[in-house]
């Protein structure tokens, strides 16, 4: 991933009161992506999130109905709480609802469970009570309502209503939050292959709830960047803000 690394090192350097920390780069189709944690002078996280290389939208798996993960873990030594790690997930044929998600896109998944936590949640009937219980009304951010179910290996999707893919326009991108045992245990952009495709830069501001189960930092905007000279997508979670928990 020497692209990737290289851009680092000068971003840094352009900066001057900023780092950027890569971690571990993941093969994605014929790309490699990593997580990245972007820290001020004081040494104070910024910003976090995923960066990954143009090369990632090609050949890409393209078997119908299946759900290609692809984890992606902070880089080495550093702590961001509430985040453990990141996962893209790519979906060839989209996912349910399908008049509004049965299209070709990633979901970026940003964790604050473990990988092994996660791989107990089931989702399947054995843990339905768990997966499905209903968080306090502080912990649910202004606009949210839950989706119809649980998805295994991730929890229980809650969706901004006032989301344009709800109001008759195309999915492009949406940011869903996770819940499971009625605590918040991801952050989900999710982005139309399509929509990435047009080399889109945004920045959009996303509700954030009273409180949470797990204190920390959680963004308040989220971001996409498009480096056309490194050929890099840039997705930041920003305006971090501190939450304390329960």
């Not at 929890?155 to 901004?160: A, L, Q, S």
């Not at 991801?186 to 982005?191: G, W």
Request: proline letters at 9%; one cysteine or more.
């Amino acid at each position: 991933m020497k692209s990737i690394f290289t851009f680092l090192f000068l971003f840094s350097l352009a900066a001057h009161s900023e780092t950027v920390i890569s971690g571990p780069a993941v093969t994605i189709g014929e790309g490699q992506a990593s997580s990245f944690v972007k820290m001020d002078e004081s040494g104070m996280t910024a910003s976090l999130g995923l960066v990954f290389s143009g090369k990632c939208l090609q050949g890409l798996p393209a078997t119908k109905g299946h759900d290609y993960e692809y984890s992606l873990d902070l880089p080495e030594g550093v702590s961001v709480p509430p985040f453990d790690h990141f996962t893209m997930n790519w979906n060839p044929q989209g996912h349910v609802p399908e008049e509004i998600y049965g299209v070709p896109h990633f979901d970026f998944h940003f964790y604050f469970i473990t990988k092994h936590e996660r791989h107990m949640i089931l989702c399947d009937g054995t843990d339905n009570a768990t997966c499905m219980k209903q968080p306090i009304p502080e912990y649910i951010p202004p606009y949210y309502i839950s989706g119809p179910g649980g998805v295994p290996m991730m929890g229980w999707h809650w969706v901004d209503l006032r989301s344009p893919e709800f109001h008759g326009q195309p999915f492009t991108t949406t940011y869903i939050y996770g819940f499971y045992n009625g605590e918040m245990i991801f952050l989900e952009p999710m982005m139309a292959l399509s929509y990435l495709q047009t080399k889109p830069q945004f920045t959009k501001e996303v509700p954030l709830p009273r409180n949470v189960a797990k204190p920390g930092s959680y963004p308040a905007t989220y971001s996409l960047m498009y480096d056309s000279v490194q050929d890099l997508y840039w997705l930041s979670l920003e305006k971090l803000t501190k939450l304390n928990g329960k």
